[in-house]
């Protein structure tokens, strides 16, 4: 009797330890978001959450899922998720993953087929290009400004664009953010004149692991 009773006891112990273990790996699934951006309505943001239906989240709400909307941007909304906050604009969409997987990021192509991104250098917002040609990351003289970049302590060169030959300024960015990627000490080179976009070029994208499925392209931040 007294060892039915112990074994009785054990197998609860084990199914208890079970279960713990399976809510503990879903409570860690759970961490783990894609949302994409379908399109902004006054105060309000229609999203797609891990391939779900659309639905509508206003400032402040938080949706089943545990992704909240922060704030509404022009062409952009903030979103929280998993402790982590992340800018996405319209037709983007991007994977908030636990902290132990490496950060990375989803890209939609748009009509011209170009990756297009938000994210910031040295903490001023800016749009990127993703541009594999492109040996650096260049940016215009404006945007240079507004990341309180300081060529002075740059060295010229000369570069070849579609427009010819083009002095710039060979620099170090202090940091560049593209949603939960965040790189330090990235080449760059500045341009004498203003650039409509940043080019994300090699000295960023050869730090991460990029694939392309189609109009669908995944960077993951290697190191």
């Given at each position: 009797m007294g060892f039915m009773i112990g074994l009785r006891a054990l197998r609860l112990k084990t199914l208890c330890h079970f279960s713990a273990a399976c809510l503990g790996g879903w409570a860690s699934l759970a961490l783990a978001a894609d949302i994409a951006l379908v399109g902004l309505m006054g105060n309000k943001a229609m999203v797609v959450i891990d391939g779900g239906r659309r639905q509508m989240l206003a400032v402040g709400a938080t949706s089943p899922e545990g992704v909240k909307l922060i704030a509404i941007e022009p062409g952009a909304a903030v979103f929280e998720t998993n402790g982590q906050r992340r800018r996405i604009a319209i037709g983007q969409s991007i994977v908030s993953a636990p902290a132990s997987e490496k950060p990375s990021v989803t890209l939609q192509a748009d009509a011209q087929g170009h990756f297009m991104a938000h994210g910031s250098i040295n903490g001023a917002p800016m749009r990127?290009?993703?541009?594999?040609?492109?040996?650096?990351?260049?940016?215009?003289?404006?945007?240079?400004?507004?990341?309180?970049?300081?060529?002075?302590?740059?060295?010229?060169?000369?570069?070849?664009?579609?427009?010819?030959?083009?002095?710039?300024?060979?620099?170090?960015l202090g940091n560049v953010k593209l949603n939960g990627i965040s790189l330090s000490d990235v080449d760059a080179t500045v341009h004498e004149q203003d650039m409509p976009v940043v080019l994300l070029g090699m000295s960023f994208l050869n730090r991460m692991e990029i694939r392309r499925d189609g109009q669908t392209m995944v960077l993951t931040q290697r190191y």
């Open positions: 990127f290009i993703v541009d594999t040609g492109a040996t650096f990351i260049a940016l215009g003289a404006a945007d240079a400004r507004r990341a309180n970049i300081d060529t002075s302590k740059g060295t010229p060169a000369m570069v070849m664009t579609a427009n010819g030959p083009a002095r710039v300024w060979r620099v170090k």
